[in-house]
Each structure stands twice: as C-alpha cells, then as structure tokens.
C-alpha cells in the first residue's frame, strides 16, 4: 500500500500547486487534499501510513470583525518606523563590536515591520490557530502519523509555536512575484520537499 500524504490548507491556490506541481513528482505516494481536519478524516478512512502536510495559517472564526487596514492607518504607522539613517547615523564612530551595532540596528526595521505584519493579519482575522489546531487533532486521532507544517506567512514566533506544539518539520513554501512564477517554482521544489518527506516517514513507525 503507497504511503499518504495529507495536505490540509485553507487556499485553494494552495491545494493546485499540491495537485498540478507537486503530486506528479511523487507516483509512489497518495495524495490526499483537504481543507478541513473533518474533511481528512472522512478521505482518510482506516489509513495510517502516510505524513500530514499542514498548513499553518487560516481564518480565525473568533475574529468578529476582520477588516482590511486602511493605507492612511499604515501610513501613520510606518513613518514611525527605524530608517536607513538611523542604521547609518554615527556608525563609523561607533566604538565597540561595529558588525553587531550595524545589524541590530537593521534589525529594528526588520522588527518593525514583522510585528506590523502580525497587527495586519490579525485585524483581517489570519493567524496560525487554524494549523495548529489541526495538528493536535492529527495527533489525537492518528497518533504515531508525523505531521509537518508547509507555510508561506509564518515568522520566528510561529516556528516557535509550531515546534513546541510538537510538529516533526518545517516546510516553507517557495512565493515568486506572481502566481506564475510560484508554480514554476513549487515545482522545481517539488523534488527536494517529496524527499524530505519521505525521510521523515521513514523515521516514524505507524502504530499497529
């Protein structure tokens, strides 16, 4: 019987690039594609040997309110932000470890825009407790099945959360400029994550 993979994402942009990019480059897996933990299970029935592909991203449905940030509101916001004057501003006179000086300062504008990006998701009601609570029904009902995360949007704090939730991997998924360029670069990608995957199912012995 060919191993499962369970890909369960909210986008149906997502579940094509599965579909047209990445299962034609494994023959010797089943593809299972779902947007729901329910709907898995139901695809799923008794198979045990296999790996879930999760995304981590998702509507919130507790958000009551999810609304686009107006550009006025982020406009406000971002010329708050540290710039490259401030990185640059008394750096060559800077006594002390220069390199670190320089990249903290970077940083703070990495930094900046990172916890505005979270701001903005969670006003339009994205955020990770729809992957997560994915993986805590995979674990309750198919445990001994890995279950790795395939995300786009996710930052360090999610990592965090992901792997303290227990996940067996961390997948990010390729984004060029346009959706065309995304295709073409899922599936040059396909090759590497399909083997990845398999190497993490090899390592995990279903229960019997």
């Not at 990770?128 to 995979?138: A, D, I, P």
Request: with cysteine.
């Amino acid at each position: 019987m060919k191993p499962f993979i369970c890909f369960i994402d909210d986008s149906g942009f997502e579940h094509d690039l599965v579909r047209d990019e990445i299962a034609p480059c494994g023959p010797d897996l089943v593809f299972i594609q779902a947007f729901t933990f329910e709907e898995a299970r139901e695809k799923l029935g008794t198979k045990v040997h296999g790996l879930f592909l999760l995304d981590l991203w998702g509507k919130d449905k507790e958000v009551r309110e999810p609304h686009i940030s107006s550009k006025e509101e982020l406009e406000r916001r971002i010329a708050h932000f540290p710039t490259l004057d401030h990185v640059y501003k008394g750096l060559d006179d800077f006594k002390g470890d220069v390199n670190n000086e320089y990249l903290k300062r970077f940083f703070a504008i990495v930094d900046s825009w990172r916890s505005l990006f979270e701001e903005v998701c969670g006003k339009i009601g994205q955020n990770g407790k729809y992957g997560l609570s994915n993986l805590r029904q995979v674990r309750e009902y198919y445990p001994g099945v890995p279950a790795v995360f395939y995300t786009r949007k996710s930052l360090i704090s999610d990592a965090v959360a992901m792997f303290r939730a227990g996940t067996d991997g961390l997948f990010i998924k390729p984004t060029g400029a346009n959706d065309a360029e995304t295709r073409r670069l899922t599936r040059g990608y396909a090759p590497q994550l399909l083997m990845e995957l398999r190497q993490i199912m090899e390592k995990r012995t279903p229960p019997k």
